[in-house]
């Protein structure tokens, strides 16, 4: 328990005849990136209010950096998923009053408001109302409201929506480096390759319920789906051919679009045995191991089923379920 700075054990939230959230734990540890994936309406952002006590759970318990996210409301860095600043306040206003409500004294926001704008590429802006920027503009905006205060816990609901390539990669990179500092993150996302790109754990959530708390190491080795992607060195047909005689592989395609073999390993067959043995069987200017990646676990695991809790959340059964 030392280490762990989010702890959910069993918690249920239903919305009228709804259930957004049923039977969820899961624990996040101190300095881990962990990313909260799931189809539209699957809970996530449900699971994220009751996690920052905007809403409340109908049974369970959440213990956030030892009590509840009130108790420790000036270490928690919060981005919620409906996004929002003062319009017509100034830019270095706005992040002022945000510093002034955590605490941060005039000299040291100001000192941090420089420093944060630089860093998230949006220099010269101090002075321009926050409703002069652009929509992507406002989220990196909101971003630095959210870690202003150094906070040892980040909550990132949907960080990466909304922005282009560009900023994607550049918020990306300051995740990065929270987390290098120490930072403990939990983000939801629909950005599958930031997830695996970021993460420690993972967490996939389907219809309420909890369907994967993995590391992505654990992933890959679960959900590798025994696939070798082979280039021949000589002709497609005499490869194919050779490839007909080898023991301890299943099947095997041409690929025009890798420009190589995909050869299915046998069930309960070690990747390397059968890689050695296509080896051994025909020159090869390149074979590996072809990695299952968070696109392929998500399918895999959710399909193509979507379950729309935002229209509860939004509705009058929210206020009746706020207490």
Known sequence: MKNTVIQ????????????AVRNVSFEIQRGQVCGFLGPNGAGK?????????????????ITVLGGSALDA??????????RGVYRKMRVADFLRFIAKLKGISRNDA???IRAWLERVELPGVSQKRCEELSKGMQQ?????ASVLHEPPLLILDEPFSGLDPVNRRLLSSVVRQLKESGTTILFSTHQMEQAEDLCDQVLLIHKGEKVLDETMSSIHGRFDPH???AEPANSVDVAAAALQHVSNIESFRWSVEQKAFEIRVAAGVDPQLAMTNVMGATPLRRVELQRATLDDVFVKLVGGTVVEIE??????????NHG
């Open 227 to 229: 696939i070798l992607l």
């Open 8 to 19: 959910l054990a069993n918690v249920n939230k239903r919305f009228g005849a709804l259930q």
């Open 73 to 82: 409301k000036d270490r928690i860095g919060y981005l919620p998923e409906e």
């Open 110 to 112: 100001d000192t941090r």
């Open 311 to 320: 229209t509860a959340e939004k509705s009058g059964k929210l206020q009746a």
């Open 140 to 144: 990196k905006l909101q971003f630095i």
């Open 45 to 61: 952002s449900t699971t994220i209010r009751m996690v920052m006590s905007i809403l409340l759970p109908d049974s369970g318990s």
